[in-house]
Protein backbone atom coordinates (compact mmCIF):
# COMPACT_ATOMS: atom_id res chain seq x y z
CA UNK A 1 0.00 0.00 0.00
CA UNK A 2 1.71 3.17 -1.40
CA UNK A 3 0.25 7.08 0.49
CA UNK A 4 1.03 9.96 -1.29
CA UNK A 5 1.17 13.15 0.33
CA UNK A 6 1.37 16.77 -1.99
CA UNK A 7 2.19 19.86 -1.24
CA UNK A 8 3.76 22.95 -2.71
CA UNK A 9 0.58 24.44 -3.95
CA UNK A 10 -0.48 28.29 -3.52
CA UNK A 11 -1.41 31.78 -5.18
CA UNK A 12 0.86 33.00 -8.03
CA UNK A 13 0.28 35.77 -10.50
CA UNK A 14 0.65 35.25 -14.21
CA UNK A 15 4.18 34.35 -15.07
CA UNK A 16 4.61 33.03 -11.72
CA UNK A 17 6.33 29.67 -10.76
CA UNK A 18 5.84 26.82 -8.24
CA UNK A 19 6.96 23.75 -7.50
CA UNK A 20 4.62 20.58 -6.34
CA UNK A 21 6.22 17.93 -4.54
CA UNK A 22 4.84 14.92 -3.89
CA UNK A 23 5.97 12.15 -0.76
CA UNK A 24 5.23 8.44 0.15
CA UNK A 25 4.36 8.42 3.66
CA UNK A 26 3.95 5.07 3.53
CA UNK A 27 5.10 2.35 1.26
CA UNK A 28 7.87 2.65 -1.81
CA UNK A 29 7.29 4.35 -5.12
CA UNK A 30 10.69 3.82 -6.22
CA UNK A 31 9.75 1.01 -9.06
CA UNK A 32 6.43 2.97 -10.21
CA UNK A 33 6.11 5.35 -12.64
CA UNK A 34 4.56 8.25 -11.19
CA UNK A 35 2.00 11.23 -12.41
CA UNK A 36 0.49 14.40 -12.06
CA UNK A 37 -3.23 15.44 -12.94
CA UNK A 38 -4.94 18.67 -12.39
CA UNK A 39 -8.64 19.10 -11.65
CA UNK A 40 -10.90 22.46 -12.42
CA UNK A 41 -14.21 23.20 -10.90
CA UNK A 42 -16.83 21.27 -13.58
CA UNK A 43 -14.17 19.62 -15.22
CA UNK A 44 -13.03 16.14 -14.92
CA UNK A 45 -9.17 15.34 -13.64
CA UNK A 46 -6.92 16.06 -16.67
CA UNK A 47 -3.51 14.69 -17.11
CA UNK A 48 -0.36 17.06 -16.80
CA UNK A 49 2.76 14.94 -17.10
CA UNK A 50 4.26 11.21 -16.22
CA UNK A 51 7.65 9.59 -15.57
CA UNK A 52 9.18 6.50 -15.58
CA UNK A 53 10.37 4.41 -12.33
CA UNK A 54 14.28 5.69 -13.01
CA UNK A 55 13.15 8.93 -14.66
CA UNK A 56 14.45 8.13 -18.11
CA UNK A 57 11.44 9.19 -19.72
CA UNK A 58 8.74 11.49 -19.28
CA UNK A 59 5.30 12.42 -21.24
CA UNK A 60 3.95 15.79 -20.94
CA UNK A 61 0.16 16.82 -21.79
CA UNK A 62 0.38 19.70 -24.60
CA UNK A 63 -1.04 22.06 -22.87
CA UNK A 64 1.81 22.28 -20.14
CA UNK A 65 5.05 21.23 -22.77
CA UNK A 66 7.82 23.78 -22.20
CA UNK A 67 6.47 25.21 -18.81
CA UNK A 68 6.14 22.08 -16.44
CA UNK A 69 8.96 19.75 -15.98
CA UNK A 70 8.25 16.46 -13.34
CA UNK A 71 11.20 15.09 -11.77
CA UNK A 72 11.55 12.53 -9.27
CA UNK A 73 13.86 11.70 -6.20
CA UNK A 74 13.95 8.03 -5.61
CA UNK A 75 16.09 8.01 -2.53
CA UNK A 76 13.90 10.81 -0.87
CA UNK A 77 10.74 8.63 -2.13
CA UNK A 78 9.43 12.04 -3.73
CA UNK A 79 8.25 13.22 -6.94
CA UNK A 80 8.22 16.71 -8.05
CA UNK A 81 6.40 19.13 -10.14
CA UNK A 82 8.25 22.37 -11.47
CA UNK A 83 5.52 24.90 -13.01
CA UNK A 84 6.91 27.48 -14.88
CA UNK A 85 4.86 30.53 -16.80
CA UNK A 86 1.99 29.87 -15.05
CA UNK A 87 -1.26 30.84 -16.79
CA UNK A 88 -4.88 31.06 -15.32
CA UNK A 89 -5.83 28.53 -16.62
CA UNK A 90 -3.39 26.42 -14.57
CA UNK A 91 -5.44 26.90 -11.43
CA UNK A 92 -6.34 23.61 -10.28
CA UNK A 93 -6.24 21.18 -7.65
CA UNK A 94 -3.26 19.27 -8.77
CA UNK A 95 -3.18 15.33 -7.58
CA UNK A 96 -0.08 12.75 -7.59
CA UNK A 97 -0.47 9.44 -8.26
CA UNK A 98 1.26 6.15 -8.61
CA UNK A 99 1.63 3.01 -10.61
CA UNK A 100 1.89 -0.59 -10.21
CA UNK A 101 3.84 -0.73 -13.25
CA UNK A 102 7.14 1.22 -14.08
CA UNK A 103 6.02 2.78 -17.52
CA UNK A 104 4.41 5.86 -18.40
CA UNK A 105 0.84 6.20 -18.19
CA UNK A 106 -1.38 9.12 -19.22
CA UNK A 107 -5.07 7.88 -18.10
CA UNK A 108 -6.45 7.91 -14.39
CA UNK A 109 -7.53 4.25 -14.85
CA UNK A 110 -3.79 3.60 -15.16
CA UNK A 111 -3.19 4.77 -12.26
CA UNK A 112 -3.37 2.63 -8.15
CA UNK A 113 -3.09 5.19 -5.28
CA UNK A 114 -3.40 8.87 -5.31
CA UNK A 115 -2.44 12.19 -3.52
CA UNK A 116 -5.45 14.20 -1.48
CA UNK A 117 -4.15 16.83 -3.94
CA UNK A 118 -3.15 20.62 -3.07
CA UNK A 119 -4.62 24.09 -4.66
CA UNK A 120 -2.80 26.16 -7.20
CA UNK A 121 -4.22 29.39 -8.12
CA UNK A 122 -3.17 31.54 -10.74
CA UNK A 123 -3.91 35.44 -10.55
CA UNK A 124 -4.11 37.41 -13.96
Known amino acids: QVQLVESGGGLVHTGGSLRLSCAAS????????MGWFCQAPGNEREFVAS????????YYADSVKGRFTISRDNAKNTVYLQMNSLKPEDTAVYYC?????????????????WGQGTQVSVSS
Open 51 to 58: ITWNGGFT
Open 97 to 113: AARNDPFVGRRRDEFDY
Open 26 to 33: EGTISSSA
